[in-house]
């Protein structure tokens, strides 16, 4: 174990970005509370939330932006990509237009972040089936050819929500193991908390990491 | 390692304690937390309740947290932790200097049908001779240990953890091979009270380990002798209980910091002589009547009274006293001294989850002057259960994580004349229309409805390289608000000179996102808008020179065109609007005294502008003052000074040659060159009412210096020397006689003629 007795051994930090009114924040308060806001109001900045997970025996602590979606604060916003291991990009299965958007999306999440920085697509509001106007193939399509993962997930159900978290968090964890994702890289997005002992080395770490077999989960 | 396995290892690390953690204030005003066992757990600045607080505020060390996580996991201990039953053997013998011999021991030390877990075997007057009291050197520590070995039970096989001995009194501890590896954090002490109060003599012996979660403490007494000395034997008890410490990573464990504790030993309380003699004790040792004389024991009295063992349990009494009897007998004390019989030799416990099972004596035993004691205890020690600790260890930390989550810092931001729960305008601070020079000033309230206090920051965005925009001033830029409590945020819009012209031609407009920052919370945007009113003020000379009609009157884009053609043919030699304040000032101002050097009226420069912006059919408004600190404005705000920024350099060189400095003006653009002879022939014509206005040309070289020949930087502080080249500069053509005779090209005839 690398991590303190008690506690988390690493922060992984995430953005949420997508156009309004796709659920990003419905999304995280539904990741970090487990209840659905329906009345969440505008986020007119960018909100702040924490969860611990636990990824292969690992806890990680995860840190999630969940950004304003307005195209006026696009500019503001992007200061915030900086340092993220993670991104979800959002659409809303029920309208087409913030589907139509995901390229540029993309490639601000390209663009500012580091190219270690783990990319889920998720389709929201699969609840809402019926209203559907983006069919799931499409979007597998998209996200195929642009190598992102993809899920669609419910902010109002709870489906597949907490599995596109900590699924970005193993891919997350998977490349520090293999050593592609440098910690030590300013904008890793990752941090390392040390050991509460002090015993563990990075290093260490990383040479444990580099067997498979470690990885039982 | 298995997942569970992982989760033991992580966990087992944890020392759980019974007893209820204080928190103290240490001297250096920090805040330390301590536990029940005197042992600082946590140097981090933690206040009692607040650690939730700082957690939320970002204080959340790794060390504030792992403590917090453990508290609460303690707090919660009975959750995962079982009781595992155990036995204790508890054996004690004063040995009056004897060796063993062949003597066997098992008839002590083996009376149980199962193999005791673990044994504690006391002796007392181990080796009587100088040698042990002043070297502390025996061989009998080796004879006897070797004994005692042999004697333990046959049923199991035995694990030797410690011996430690001071002089006379020595104690072994074994426990069963199978439970060694549970024990933690073994640790043996000795303290004498002896001679001086401190020679090894008298004294005790003491080993504490944890075993699996329960810590055990065992002590070896051998308090003062003699009848009369029950206070002194108290007194060393109290002594050796409060003394006796134990390093366990640099910190101290005491006696009474431990679970379950054993105290026994040659603690020498007697029969109290007055109430019954040595001869009364006897009698009624015969009939057994043990509890009459036991009414009189020393012990039992001191620890009614509350001044010994206070805490501790000592067992029935059934068994005839353990002290004196002549050696290889069962005989009472025959010699001359003829000492009374007592129970000396005591075992005392204290501590949850202790049984005593029995308490006795072997009398059969004949080398000593007293008999050995023995008891034999059933104990239950806490014993984490890795699934539910870790199921309880997750709990924690989701509710962690939900209090991180709720006390995050909130805020609330109010903006008076906007609907805040409307999507369309929450955030948005307006302006309005916005003039130039005219100040504008909005406030909104920033209202904590968190739980904890709020940092709150208007933070630059990345790549900039201000909070706000330069027309922009906030204050305050950061403020602490504790929760329940509001602070009221000022905005100020002012568009001068620095800025009016980027937003004449829309180079920057009114708009600005600021991003209000929480420490260790979220962000809030809040954008300010306004719509800026033209004017001639930021207009550049080649664009007003080609403006033939007010300011007003022309579209944005084609001022922006303005701006940035390149006009063939200028329609005036200089602005009109130039032109109309050094008229006026003709007019009314050339005898002013001190023109140019005191300030105007706010407002009628406001009217001044107004009127030129607009140029409708009525005079010029304003005094003299106020038309010339209008044209300084006016001057000022050229995007391009007179003296454009590119010939600064040529212009402060040639500054000290009249010739030269007709050959730069010579250089200047058409219009820039005809704005500086028209403004130069106006101050020549000014100084020849001197003795109205009482001005010098070195005043006014040194005021139009400045202007003419503006920094590029608004805001760069000046250099004298600098500021004293450029008023050489202008003062060239205030004061020579040949001034621009060979400098006026074609300039039209209705420009020159001022009167
Ligand atoms: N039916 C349904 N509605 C959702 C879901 N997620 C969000 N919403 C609604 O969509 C609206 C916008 O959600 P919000 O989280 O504020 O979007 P954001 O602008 O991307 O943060 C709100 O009215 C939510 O109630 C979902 O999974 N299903
Ligand atoms: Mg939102």
Redesign the pocket.
Known sequence: MSGGPYNYSYIFKYIII?D???????LLHQFTEKKFM?D?P??IGVEFGTRIIEVCGQKIKLQIW?TA?QERFRAVTRSYYRGAAGALI?YDITRRSTYNHLSSWLTDARNLTNPNTVIFLIG??S??DGQRDVTYEEAKKFADENGLKFVEA???TGENVEEAFLETAKKIYESIQDGSLDLNAAESGVQKKPTANGARSLSADNAEGRNPSSCSC | MGQFGVAYFVLSNLSPKNNKSVFVRSKRKRIAYKNSEGEVEDEDDLMPGTERESLARGMSSQKGREYTIRLALEKKQDQYIDLKGITVYIGSWNVNGQSPGSICLSEWLSRTNEPPDIYAVGFQELDLSKEAFLFNDTPKEAEWRDSVKAGLHPGARYFHVRTIRLVGMMMIVFVREEIKDQLRHIAVEQIGTGLLGRMGNKGGVGVRFELNETSMCFVNLHLAAHVEEFQRRNQDFHQIFNRLGFFINEKVKYIKDHDQIFMFGDLNYRINPATIDATKAKALIEQEKYSIILEQDQLREQMRLGHVFSGFTEGTINYRPTYKYDSNTDNWDSSEKNRAPAWCDRILFRGGNLTQIDYTSQPQYKLSDHKPVSSFFNAKIKVINPTRQRKVYEETLKQMDRIENEYLPQVTVDIPGTNQSSHSNRNEINFGKVKFMEPLRKTFTVANTGQVPVHLEFIKKLNDSHVCKEWLKIEPVHSFIMPGETCEVELLVLVDKCTAAQLNVGRDTLYDILVLHLESGKDIFITVAGDFERSVFGCSIAALVNMSEPLTMISPGKLIELEKGKMPVNHYDIPKELWFLVDRLYRIGMDKDGLFTMAGSQSEVLEIRDWMDTIPNTPIPGNADSIAETMFLLLDCFPEPVIPFSMHLKCLDSAHNYTACKQLVRQLPAAHRNVFLYLTSFLRELLNHSDKNGLDAKILALLFGKIMIRDQNYNAKANARVERTKATFIYQFLVNDDYGDDLWPEMGEDLVSFS
């Open positions: 997508g309004m009114g796709v659920g990003k924040s419905c329906a969440c505008h986020t969940d979606g959002i929201n509001k609840d809402l419910s902010a109002k």
